[in-house]
Nanobody, 120 residues
């Protein structure tokens, strides 16, 4: 049974920091690209940051220079360090594990989400 369990969300003031964690089980973690998505109220889910199996990363333009994604394959965990938080970063943050199949399709697993609220 595949499980992705996020933690680390909460309430923080603008300009503050949070570190999200996502612990994976039931998959061979090292062969999955890992990503963080977020969904604000009334908006579609959007990609925030990706870390690929080779360790390379890609961030959405809105978070570049503020958010850093990393992974620890030994602990089957992916992290999202969020600095200089803004009110527009508020939303539910979801962990995603993606395995690229030879067919061109992908196998995706999702966590249950963790709430991040940036407010004074």
């Amino acid at each position: 049974q595949v499980q992705l369990v996020e933690s680390g969300g909460g309430l923080v003031q603008p300009g503050g920091s949070l570190r999200l964690s996502c612990a994976a089980s039931g998959i061979v973690f090292s062969v999955y690209d890992m990503a963080w998505y977020r969904q604000a109220p009334g908006r579609e889910r959007e990609l925030v940051a990706t870390i690929f199996i080779d360790g390379s990363t890609d961030n959405a333009g809105s978070v570049k220079g503020r958010f850093t994604i990393s992974r620890d394959n030994a602990k089957n965990t992916v992290f999202l360090q969020m600095n200089s938080l803004k009110s527009e970063d508020t939303g539910v943050y979801y962990c995603n594990a993606r395995y690229a199949l030879r067919s061109g399709k992908s196998l995706d697993f999702w966590g249950q989400g963790t709430q991040v609220t940036v407010s004074s």
